[in-house]
């Protein structure tokens, strides 16, 4: 069972277009959303990161919007470049047992910024 | 400062052959996990841990063993390789969350396991 769903898998878009993913839970006990980039040959990366009880969180070109009645979150980038073309995972982060944490990741959406 | 270092990058192994991936981090996290990365899948949760000496299992850790005797190393032991162990496997450290805190996981660069 996945606990974080995020679509679409894949996106392309124009250079200085506004690609949108979006990402949706079950799991009441996230309570961090990060958002990672990935580089082919590369690990992820951390983007930016927002808590659910902010409803937006902006950092650069890169803005996350979160709905916590609706569980969904989406990340916004503006005016893309295709620099940005890279693999895009949303997560979320919760506690486990004792003192640890466990960050779940979506399935990933690969975009391709055409210039 | 190196960040998470993971080796081999590249691997093939027999069905049956056991081997270690080996990841090691100089940020002195306390927290260090392991990932396999498979396609439209993404990132899940082999085994983490919290400190030397305490390790818990993930959402998908049959087949693999860890141990963690230090705080810089967590090597990664695959048993007895099968196919369905074909993946690319990551490393992530970070500090321990402060409260109301997200500490960032860094990443090692994989490495790519392909099991025949």
């Known amino acids: 069972q996945q606990q974080v769903k995020q679509s679409p898998q894949s996106l392309i878009v124009q250079k200085g277009g506004i690609p949108i993913i979006n990402c949706a839970y079950e799991n009441t006990a996230f309570d961090y959303f990060p958002w990672y980039q990935q580089f082919p040959g590369k690990g992820p990366a951390l983007l930016i990161a927002?808590?659910?009880?902010?409803s937006e969180k902006k950092e650069g070109r890169f803005t996350i919007s979160f709905n916590k009645s609706a569980k969904q979150f989406s990340l916004h980038i503006m005016d893309s470049q295709p620099g940005d073309s890279a693999t895009y995972f949303c997560?979320?982060?919760?506690?486990?047992?004792?003192?640890?944490?466990?960050?779940?990741f979506g399935s990933g959406t690969q975009l391709t910024v055409l210039p | 400062n190196a960040g998470v270092t993971q080796t081999p990058k590249f691997q093939v192994l027999k069905t049956g052959q056991s081997m270690t991936l080996q990841c090691a981090q100089d940020?002195?996290?306390?927290?260090m996990s392991w990932y396999r990365q498979d396609p439209g899948m993404g990132l899940r949760l082999i085994h983490y841990s919290v400190g030397a000496g305490i390790t818990d299992q993930g959402e998908v850790p049959n087949g693999y063993n860890v141990s963690r005797s230090t705080t810089e190393d967590f090597p990664l032991r695959l048993l007895s390789a099968a196919p369905s162990q074909t993946s690319v496997y990551f490393c992530?450290?970070?500090?321990?969350?402060?409260?109301?805190?997200?500490?960032?996981?860094?990443f090692g660069q994989g490495t790519r396991l392909t099991v025949v």
């Open positions: 927002i808590r659910p009880d902010v």
């Open positions: 997560a979320a982060d919760r506690s486990s047992s004792g003192s640890a944490r466990q960050l779940t």
């Open positions: 992530a450290s970070s500090w321990r969350p402060g409260q109301g805190i997200y500490t960032e996981a860094f």
């Open positions: 940020m002195n996290h306390e927290y």
